[in-house]
């Protein structure tokens, strides 16, 4: 069952704006992912948020994470048109397998 | 990070028979698991790859039709067995690499093999 909830499912910019996108869970967690699915293709890995970690950063994405709220968000700057693509959260709970999101449809206008 | 290979990339396969994916890594791994990602949806576990084992599967999957193998630390494959239209999927190979400094790891996945089942 999924643990992760996202939203929005759907988001729609323009080029150069910045995207957010939110994942809320239910249980307690060792880490969290964010991946990126292009059109029906496999999933590129883009960040690891330990649960001891409250923001990280690599490149145009941030990524916080409140464990207080069970919450993170993915925030991605100065959007591009290769942005386009599905984005999943995904849990790893303690002692268990990783649990992934409805996921996050977002399409970047140019 | 590890780098992952999937055969076939995609494929269209008539109802009752069976299709065999394979998952090839470039280094050795511990945790391989395999996916599977309906239209429009998110991603499900299937099972869990053990090498020189048989697989862990989760509920509401059975070896009968999704039979295992992973024959070493970079080589798995899974079989969809007697083909229904409700198997038409995204078929994903995952491996998990251990972060050095503590438990964490993080999860690495296949391009994918897109399965059509008329």
């Known amino acids: 069952s999924q643990q992760g909830e996202e939203d929005p499912q759907a988001l729609s910019i323009q080029e150069g704006e910045n995207a957010t996108m939110n994942c809320s869970y239910k249980?307690?967690?060792?880490?969290l992912q964010w991946y990126r699915q292009n059109s029906g293709r496999g999933l590129v890995h883009l960040i690891l948020?330990?649960?001891?970690?409250r923001e990280k950063h690599s490149g145009r994405l941030r990524v916080t994470l409140d464990t207080s709220k069970k919450s993170s968000s993915l925030l991605i700057t100065a959007s591009r048109a290769a942005d386009t693509a599905s984005y999943f959260c995904?849990?790893?709970?303690?002692?268990?397998?990783?649990?992934f999101g409805a996921g996050t449809i977002l399409r970047v206008k140019s | 990070s590890a780098v992952i290979s999937q055969k076939p990339s995609r494929d269209i396969c008539q109802r009752g028979t069976s299709l065999t994916i394979q998952c090839q890594v470039d280094?050795?791994?511990?945790?391989m698991f395999w996916y599977r990602q309906q239209p429009g949806q998110s991603l499900t576990l299937i099972a869990t790859?053990?090498?020189?084992?048989?697989?862990?599967?989760e509920s509401g999957f059975v070896i009968d039709k999704f039979p295992i193998s992973r024959p070493n630390l970079t080589f798995s494959t899974l079989t969809v067995s007697n083909m229904s239209p409700e198997d038409s999927s995204i078929y994903l190979c995952?491996?998990?690499?251990?972060?050095?400094?503590?438990?964490?790891?993080?999860?690495?996945f296949g391009p994918g093999t897109r399965l059509t089942v008329t």
């Open positions: 995952s491996v998990a690499v251990l972060g050095l400094a503590d438990p964490s790891y993080e999860q690495y």
């Open positions: 249980t307690s967690i060792n880490n």
């Open positions: 948020i330990r649960s001891n970690e």
């Open positions: 995904a849990t790893h709970p303690y002692g268990n397998k990783l649990v």
């Open positions: 280094s050795q791994v511990t945790m």
């Open positions: 790859a053990n090498q020189g084992s048989e697989a862990t599967y």
